[in-house]
Structures are given as structure tokens and as C-alpha cells.
């Protein structure tokens, strides 16, 4: 039996896109996060590094829903 190129490729690429895809999903959702939530340290490192999803995934973990968009300052405007 002869080793056939063409299925070995074919199999492999479809790992590569799936496993790109599912990276990109986390680094996307983690760097949306971080940036709503004024994580500057987080962004950087999370825009940084590729991990296949593991280091975007432990800081969804750490820093969940609980942490809701930093609200802006309020301007006060006297009336005249």
C-alpha cells in the first residue's frame, strides 16, 4: 500500500482550519473583553501570544461577566 499525499494533506489542512478557527474565536472573543474592560496588561500579552486558545480561555475564566464595561466619568454641567 502506497503512501498517498493527496488524503494526507486533505485530512491534515482540515486540522489546520479548524484548529485556526477555533483559536481565532477565543483570541477574538478575549481581546474584546479585555479592551471593554480597560485590561491593558491582558490585551497586550493575549494580542501577543498564540496558545490554541488556552491563555484566552483561562482569562474569560478569571475575568468573566463579572467584571461589566468600566462606566465613563460623569461631566457635571452647570446650568446658567
Known sequence: MAFNWVTFMSVYSVW???ILAWS???QG???WRS???R???WFVILFITSTLGILPIIYLL???RKNKAVPKKKTSRKKK
Open 16 to 18: 489546520f482550519w479548524l
Open 24 to 26: 481565532g474565536i477565543w
Open 29 to 31: 472573543i478575549s481581546l
Open 35 to 37: 479592551a471593554r474592560n
Open 39 to 41: 485590561h491593558l496588561t
Open 62 to 64: 478569571i475575568h468573566g
